[in-house]
């Protein structure tokens, strides 16, 4: 009876590390598709003289070349912090799934 419990605990921990290690992964990827689409648009603007491109004259609020390279660079750095911080997360997660995992086949016995 006891082993059950233990069991059923140890099941419940893995299922729960399971959605966890899966929502991180989500989180992951809309991260980068995020970083990589917002990468391509400001490239295009660049590209066709939009505002990015500094084309003409600047109006209010808008950036300079230089400003806008260095607010891009800023903002992918910024991206693959959060993604390094998400895949630490990520993977000590699945660390502790790996060990519940265990915890459980040995409850299973």
């Known amino acids: ?9 140890a099941r419940h921990r893995a ?12 989180r992951i990827r809309l991260l980068e598709a995020r ?6 648009r400001r490239a295009q603007e660049a590209g066709s ?3 990015a491109s500094g084309a003409g004259a600047l109006g209010p609020g808008e950036e300079a070349p230089q ?6 660079a ?3 750095a910024m991206h693959r912090l959060q ?7 990520l993977s000590s997660t699945e ?12 409850a299973e016995l």
Do not use: F, I, K, N
């Open 35 to 40: 970083a990589r689409s917002e990468a391509e």
């Open 49 to 51: 003289g939009g505002p």
């Open 1 to 9: 009876r006891m082993r059950q419990a233990e069991a059923a605990e």
């Open 95 to 106: 660390a502790e799934l790996g060990q519940a995992r265990e915890e459980l086949s040995c």
């Open 83 to 89: 993604s390094q911080d998400l895949r630490q997360r």
């Open 15 to 26: 299922e729960q590390l399971e959605r966890s290690s899966s929502q991180q992964a989500e």
């Open 67 to 72: 400003d806008a390279s260095a607010a891009l």
């Open 74 to 76: 800023e903002e992918v």
